[in-house]
């Protein structure tokens, strides 16, 4: 969740529903100040769900909200770090037969003008389309996830 103040103040929250027959020990990317969750009071804030071992590497909220400090747009600066876990490289049980990601991770974005975005490497998730809500004094409507690549984040086509 983050939220932007009328005064312009950014906040941001987030949990983790953690990994099922996870590791003994595993830390996922919600407890890791700027995985999971990162916000500044000047430039905005994002947040993720999904594979949250795919935005430990690269700190991936942190580096959107830096992004969006350099002048990219929310949306811009997600699918730019979405293409960056797609790039890295992986367990071969992470990977699909052609090399791409065989999870799934999406980002929430918000810039303190009240901009934001929703983006997913995968759109359709086990017959489930990623959305993310948007609210405001006029109303909350629920948008959906722009993708990163099509299908599904299985070998199946």
Same mark, same amino acid.
């Given at each position: 969740l983050s939220a932007v103040a009328a005064n312009g103040t950014v906040a941001s929250?987030?949990? %983790?529903?953690?990994?099922? $027959?996870?590791?003994p020990g595993r830390v996922g990317d919600s407890p890791i100040l700027g995985a999971g969750l990162y916000a500044d009071?000047?430039?905005?804030?994002?947040?993720?769900?999904g594979r949250g071992e795919a935005n430990l590497s690269d700190l991936s909220c942190a580096w959107i909200v830096d992004e969006m400090r350099r002048g990219a747009h929310p949306k811009d600066?997600?699918?730019?770090?979405?293409e960056r876990v797609r @790039?890295? @490289?992986r367990p071969a049980h992470l990977s699909r037969p052609n090399g791409e990601p065989r $999870?799934?991770?999406? $980002?929430y974005v918000l810039? #303190? %003008?009240g901009e934001v975005a929703g983006? %997913?490497?995968?759109?359709?998730? @086990?017959?489930?389309?990623a959305n993310y809500v948007v609210g405001d004094s006029e109303g909350i409507d629920l948008l959906p996830c722009d993708a990163l690549l #099509?299908?599904? #984040? @299985?070998?199946? #086509?």
């Open positions: 929250c987030t949990s %983790t529903s953690g990994l099922a $027959f996870k590791i009071g000047e430039w905005g804030a994002a947040g993720s769900t600066a997600a699918m730019a770090a979405l @790039r890295r @490289r $999870f799934n991770l999406q $980002f810039e #303190p %003008t983006v %997913t490497l995968y759109g359709d998730y @086990r017959g489930s389309i #099509p299908g599904v #984040p @299985r070998d199946e #086509p």
